[in-house]
């Protein structure tokens, strides 16, 4: 690919369904399997077939200083633009925000959408665009894309009335030129072409397809979300399974049960963990049973068991709780 790719990622939504953990930092920066969201999400973007000219676009919100931090400590040699969208008004309009930076061709993603696929086909696409999709049992809650017998898409359906279609759009998408999507956006601006307030980016690829646009679609294996605390429970348990465990064994006092990630700074006594568990950096854990649950940075328990749980960083929680989900600095006693 000669020109350079832009990668643009909407991030600025206010994280609702992850509350309360959202209220102290942005959905992206929440941990799982022994790294943040966003770092999964940026892994995704390994197998591009000329990954030295590619750019980020970030489109944030209120807590962008703090996704800025993180990429410029953890991922320094990235060149990222970031906009702010300051009106939530959906996908399309997050997009029509960093058209300053959005020329030649584009991928865009979600910032809570992980999939694995190799993207080396990118260097021999001849398409316009081309949407990632995966077969699912029940379509009803997502959009999907309507093909012919050769995977071109012929239309694409927010939220379906029935089964009948079941090619899931996974939120990953390829656009030979930014500038075509924003003059699509454009348009649907200009018609009003809105769902409860929001633009979204199905109706404005349904004008690229009015203007002529040969749209593909390219299906997918694995598709995992990170956008509600049981999704992330899933995608951590996946992750773990899936070469990103690390599985101490040299602790005393300590039994592990694979598949489990435990920072090497945590320090843990007399505790069994696992499994399905992650632990963030500095944890202290003393007396405890933890299984299917994410522990942020720093945070202190005692005396529990722990299971199907997402906790903060800085929490301190002693006490008998089975299940729980408290955001940063939390404190939790009984």
Avoid at 287 to 304: G, K, P, Y
Wanted: net charge negative.
């Amino acid at each position: 690919m000669a020109e350079t790719l832009k990668i643009a990622i909407p991030m600025a939504g206010f994280g609702s369904r992850l509350r309360p953990h959202t209220w102290s930092k942005p959905k992206p920066l929440i941990q799982l399997a022994g790294k943040t969201v966003l770092d999964y999400v940026l892994e995704q973007f390994s197998s591009l077939p000329d990954p030295q000219h590619v750019e980020y676009v970030f489109i944030v919100g209120p807590q962008g200083g703090q996704i800025k931090a993180h990429m410029d400590f953890f991922h320094p040699d990235k060149v990222v633009h970031y906009v702010y969208q300051t009106e939530m008004r959906g996908q399309s309009d997050a997009l029509y925000q960093a058209r300053e930076f959005l020329h030649g061709p584009m991928l865009m993603c979600f910032s809570d959408t992980l999939i694995e696929t190799d993207l080396s086909f990118l260097a021999h696409e001849e398409a316009d665009a081309v949407a990632l999709v995966k077969p699912v049992p029940d379509p009803r809650r997502f959009g999907v894309a309507q093909v012919d017998a050769h995977d071109w898409i012929q239309r694409f359906v927010e939220k379906p009335q029935d089964l009948s279609n079941n090619l899931v759009l996974v939120g990953f998408y390829y656009f030979r030129s930014s500038e075509m999507l924003i003059d699509a956006i454009r348009e649907q601006m200009r018609r009003q072409i809105m769902l409860k307030g929001e633009y979204f980016l199905a109706d404005a690829a349904n004008i690229l397809l009015e203007q002529g646009a040969r749209f593909r679609v390219q299906r997918i294996e694995t598709w995992l979300d990170a956008g509600t605390q049981e999704a992330l429970l899933e995608t951590n348990l996946y992750l773990l399974n899936h070469g990103h465990a690390n599985n101490p064994v040299h602790r005393p006092g300590v039994s592990v049960i694979p598949p489990v990630f435990i920072n090497d700074t945590a320090q843990i006594k007399s505790s069994v963990i696992g499994p399905n568990v992650s632990i963030g950096a500095n944890c202290q854990l003393e007396d405890v049973i933890i299984r299917n649950s994410i522990i942020d940075a720093e945070t202190q328990l005692q005396q529990m068991i722990l299971e199907n749980s997402l906790l903060g960083s800085y929490v301190q929680i002693r006490g008998q709780a089975s299940s729980m989900s408290l955001g940063d600095n939390a404190i939790w006693t009984t």
